[in-house]
């Protein structure tokens, strides 16, 4: 079989590693009861693999209750999840110029609550301004901010400890989306006075899709904050069934239905694999090929780089000279390149780059892309441009 | 020593509160409750042995690991 080549690794990593596949075997074939409902030995096999989940992810994000991570599908879910329980209703919101449409939308639709919105805007390589923009956007009801850590679309990098400390200073609550960056940068909450952190586990943690989870810093265990809260999801979930109202402590505050053991169990295969490798040689290898990528294409006249002067990152973004973003990917498919093309569901993103109306083409490198791969990817684009 | 059960809010405080008290060399392990056995209906209990129940649920306690009730 012909060598596929995946390049789209920011919108869901691809292949795993064999530890992820193999958990989900074992997982399907050994253990698989519902968690949290019965008392057998599968149930409760079942609720330690998740709990183990809870713990891995605790430590790697820097909280110390385990019990403050809730897993969702996806990073949508969980910043849903946590814009609603976090925001005062009918107060004002701040967001970046960066933001995925989970982040954009999801804000917009807070207006039927009566609260409001505005946008920062990011300075590409320049902190300093972008900070001073999201302080200029800051009024005496803005009650949360919420930004990406890493751009979706490129390498555009947010400086989310700073801006925590902003936020902590003036007793805003700050959520982070940390779709693109999980797994590749080092995230504390309790460092960079994030409120919660949203991530998917299906991209740089390298679990299965189905996979995604919001952090909840320590201090919202306390009954106190979570009885203001309306929960997201109703349903069962195994606690306190006699009562009407969901439970007033996390995660089933915000936890309803079955949760996927299987790929939770994979996830947590996911998250060892990310730690065994470490963030710095993870953090090499995707800089390593971005440099490389950036080098060829930097060389090919009619191909524009979106934000050339950035650090590399796990992601370029171009367009070629002539072509829609579509065509170009269209191409590459030919040659079982895989990239992703058009608006990567970021419009904002997209206008800041002025490429709102012809997309971009974005390739995304996970650890298991190879310098060889980027030659393919190269001589497959010259044969286009 | 008898053997005696605490209530925990759900699954998780009880998978939480097991792995402590076994830190601790207190030897515990997870049962379902009977929706009778507590006032809110289905949840999770550790039943514990060779130690006298007040002093775990209050290593417990100190741990911030909140238990709902002492069912026996």
Known sequence: MKH???????????????SVVRAVEHCMEDYCGNPGRSGHRLSLEASRKIYDCRELLSDMFGISSPTNIVFTMNTTYALNIAINALLTKGSHILISDLEHNSVLRTVASQKRNGSSYDIFKVYPGNDEATLRSLKSKLRPDTSLVVCTHQSNICGVRLPIEKIGKICNARRIRFIVDAAQSAGYHPIRLD????????CPGHKGLYGPQGTGFAVFSDKYSAPEFLNTTLPFLYGGNGVNSADIEMPDFLPERFEAGTLPTPAIAGLCEGIKFVNNQTYKKIAYHSNQLYQRAFD??????????????????????FNADGYSSDYVADHLNKYDICVRSGLHCAPLAHKKLNTLKCGAVRVSYSFFNTQEENEQFYRALKSLI | MSKSLIALSSVNYAIKGERYLKGKGIN??????????????CAYGLEIRN???????ALLNNAGIPYSEIVR
């Open chain 2, 51 to 57: 130690i006298d129940l007040s002093a775990a649920a």
């Open chain 1, 296 to 317: 060829m294409l930097s060389s090919m006249k009619n191909v524009r780089i979106y934000y050339p002067f950035l650090l590399p990152s796990s992601t370029i973004l």
């Open chain 2, 28 to 41: 515990c392990n997870i049962v379902k409750l009977q929706p009778t056995e507590t006032k809110k209906g």
């Open chain 1, 191 to 198: 460092r960079c006075h994030i409120d919660a952190v949203c």
């Open chain 1, 4 to 18: 596929l080549i995946y390049f789209d690794n920011a919108a869901t990593t691809f292949p795993k590693p064999i």
